[in-house]
C-alpha cells in the first residue's frame, strides 16, 4: 500500500531550464494538493487538483508555473524558465476527498536551482 | 481564515507527556482546528483534528477550550522518534487548503 509517490526527490536545474515535478496520489485518492516550502520557512498552498480538474490555484505563481492532473497518470507541478527563487522543497498530498484532515503527504522534491 | 499563535520551541523529556498550545483567538464557528507535524524536512503528517469537541486517536488527544479560542495537542508518552515541528492550523473545512504557520519545534529529549 505505496503512499504518495514524488520523483525525483532531488532535482538540479540551470536557471532557463524546466523542471518538471511529478506526483502519484494514493491508491484509491482522487485529490491533488501541491505545496512549496521555502527554505526556514512553512508550506505555502499552491493548488488543488482533481483529475482532470484545477479546482484552485490560488496560491499559484501567475506565470511560468502550471499543474495538470491527467486522467491517467501523476500529477504534474512543471516550472519553465526557473530562477534561482523558485529552489525550495515541493511537496504532494492526496486525500480520498475535498477535505482538509488526513492529508497524506509525498516525501517532496527538492529543487536546486544553479 | 484565523490566525493561530504557537510557541516557537518546547522541550519535552522522554516518556512524559507533550503539551502543544495553541492561541485561535479570532477562530470563526465553521473553523476546524487542524494539527500537522513535519519530521525533519520529511512531507507533514497528519495528527487529528477537531470543531469544539475534544477528540482522541492512536497519536494524540486534541482539547479545544469551550469558547474555541485556544487548543491543546497533547502526546500521552513522548517519544524521541515525535521531535518535530508540529503546526496547529485553523481553516474552514470548505477551504481545500492549509495554512501553514511557523509551527513549534518540538524537541524530546533522552
Known amino acids: 500500500n505505496a503512499g504518495v509517490m514524488q520523483n525525483p526527490r532531488h532535482l538540479v536545474r540551470r536557471r532557463g531550464q524546466e523542471a518538471r515535478l511529478r506526483c502519484s496520489p494514493m491508491k484509491g485518492h482522487s485529490h491533488v494538493y501541491w505545496y512549496r516550502q521555502l527554505p526556514e520557512e512553512g508550506l505555502k498552498f499552491m493548488v488543488y487538483?482533481?483529475?482532470?480538474?484545477?479546482?484552485?490555484e490560488s496560491g499559484m505563481p501567475k506565470e511560468r508555473f502550471s499543474a495538470e492532473f491527467p486522467k491517467e497518470g501523476p500529477s504534474i507541478l512543471r516550472i519553465q524558465q526557473v530562477v534561482r527563487g523558485d529552489s525550495a522543497a515541493y511537496f504532494c498530498?492526496?486525500?480520498?476527498?475535498?477535505?482538509?484532515?488526513?492529508?497524506?503527504f509525498g516525501s517532496g522534491t527538492r529543487l536546486t536551482v544553479v | 481564515d484565523a490566525k493561530t499563535t504557537q510557541p516557537p520551541s518546547m522541550d519535552c523529556a522522554e516518556g512524559r507527556a507533550a503539551n502543544l498550545p495553541c492561541n485561535h483567538s479570532?477562530?470563526?464557528?465553521?473553523?476546524?482546528v487542524y494539527w500537522y507535524r513535519q519530521i525533519h524536512s520529511q512531507g507533514p503528517q497528519y495528527i487529528i483534528h477537531?470543531?469544539?469537541n475534544n477528540e482522541t486517536n492512536e497519536m494524540a488527544s486534541l482539547i479545544i477550550t469551550e469558547d474555541r479560542k485556544s487548543s491543546t495537542l497533547i502526546l500521552p508518552h513522548a517519544t524521541l522518534r515525535d521531535t518535530a515541528v508540529y503546526y496547529c492550523i485553523a481553516e474552514s473545512g470548505s477551504a481545500r487548503q492549509l495554512t501553514f504557520g511557523s509551527g513549534t519545534q518540538l524537541t524530546v529529549l533522552p
Open positions: 498530498a492526496s486525500s480520498p476527498g475535498p477535505q482538509n484532515y488526513g492529508y497524506t
Open positions: 487538483l482533481q483529475k482532470e480538474n484545477i479546482i484552485d
Open positions: 479570532t477562530i470563526s464557528g465553521n473553523e476546524y
Open positions: 477537531g470543531l469544539k
